[in-house]
């Protein structure tokens, strides 16, 4: 599914362009993808009141019957702008369904001292195919035409369908916590069940902000550092910085992996927070590409440690009957990702991108000594 992801995204950034010409296109095709994910707690809901295994196999053949439809629009040559923001947002919404369920899935699949280790193993899949999967997706449009990446796309869909298909949940705890009510008395549950649970609202603030004032900021103002501080009007160093950015996400998932019987949770969340933010400092104090190369893979080691760590803290301590309402809670962060964006890019156009990313820095360390002094709880987590 990772690979889908990115070749998708790549794809369809380079038709916004190419219809339109405008920046601002691409910036709303993209972001509509993001964008229902802000009802991600309503996927959670659906993960906790139906069979998981069963509601993804239908919403894999969703997303497999949308790309199909989208690949027969390419090759007829019907294609509309609106047919770009359409295809990007029913997508998204796919996706804003698949994300609760296959996390809560992964806490499904392995015994509950393997739950970390399993989490990092599928970051590192993300992450590995963040690296190879834009340049995939670039030389097939130059070689093929971007309809043959949007078959692609039904073709991996399809095999997930397979795949799922003889997945039993061997380690699903009985659902006997559950009550049988409506989904917005769901919904609702949830939400006072995060609201209630110290640790589960210290690990999502530890996830939404770095999400906002880090990840947010240095996606959408990256092609703008690359012309402005790094000098590269053309382009050419795009690319290699955001292999760059799937590097140290993969570096940090394998490390997490092997060190996945450490016990400090909470100390190694801050900890996480703490280092992307000097991470993102130091970015914006350099000009040098080499330099900037391997700090993003520094910063996105400690943001992949951050999230990792975080999902397993919430999946551990939470009950299977709730997982996929409190999953949802916390994916929100990705649909607030094109907000954080359009802040930076305010900051940014006033005071430049080094400004803007001085500033998301600093927000994160911030974030890290409050927490630090206010919540001692958290600190000495230990699971």
Do not use: C
Not at 214 to 233: H, K
């Amino acid at each position: 599914m990772s690979s889908g992801t990115w070749i998708q995204q790549v794809t369809l950034g380079w038709l916004a362009y190419e219809m339109t010409g405008s920046p601002v296109q691409v910036a709303i095709v993209l972001g509509l993808r993001a964008l229902p994910m802000l009802a991600a707690p309503i996927a959670g809901v659906i993960a906790d009141k139906f069979d998981r295994r069963i509601v993804l196999l239908l919403d894999q053949s969703y997303m497999a019957l949308l790309a199909l439809i989208f690949v027969a629009i390419l090759q007829f040559g019907v294609v509309q702008v609106w047919h770009l923001h359409a295809f990007s947002f029913l997508s998204g919404v796919g996706w804003a369904l698949n994300n609760p369920l296959r996390q809560s899935l992964v806490a499904n699949s392995v015994p509950r001292d393997r739950l970390m280790n399993a989490i990092a193993l599928n970051s590192m899949a993300f992450n590995s195919m963040r690296m190879i999967g834009p340049g995939i997706g670039g030389g097939m449009i130059a070689l093929l035409g971007p309809e043959v990446n949007f078959l692609l796309q039904a073709i991996v869909y399809g095999v997930v369908v397979l795949l799922v298909l003889p997945f039993r949940a061997e380690y699903a705890e009985g659902r006997e916590g559950r009550k049988e009510q409506s989904p917005i008395a769901d919904l609702m549950e949830g939400m006072r069940y995060v609201m209630r649970q110290p640790v589960l609202r210290y690990a999502i603030l530890l996830s939404v902000v770095p999400t906002l004032t880090m990840m947010a900021f240095i996606q959408t103002q990256m092609p703008a550092f690359v012309a402005e501080d790094l000098g590269d009007s053309e382009g050419a160093l795009l690319g290699f910085m955001y292999v760059g950015m799937g590097v140290g996400g993969f570096i940090g998932a394998v490390l997490v992996a092997r060190f996945h019987a450490v016990r400090h949770k909470g100390r190694l969340s801050l900890v996480g927070v703490a280092g992307a933010g000097l991470a993102v400092l130091a970015l914006s104090q350099t000009d040098l590409w080499w330099v900037a190369w391997g700090i993003l893979v520094v910063q996105q080691l400690f943001f992949i440690m951050v999230m990792t760590t975080n999902n397993s803290i919430l999946q551990t301590v939470t009950p299977d009957y709730m997982r996929g309402r409190v999953m949802g809670i916390y994916m929100v962060d990705i649909g607030l990702q094109p907000f954080g964006g359009v802040i930076a890019g305010f900051i940014a156009a006033s005071l430049g991108v080094s400004v803007a990313w001085l500033i998301g820095g600093l927000a994160g360390l911030v974030l890290v000594v409050i927490i630090t002094v206010a919540a001692p709880s958290f600190r000495r987590l230990q699971l």
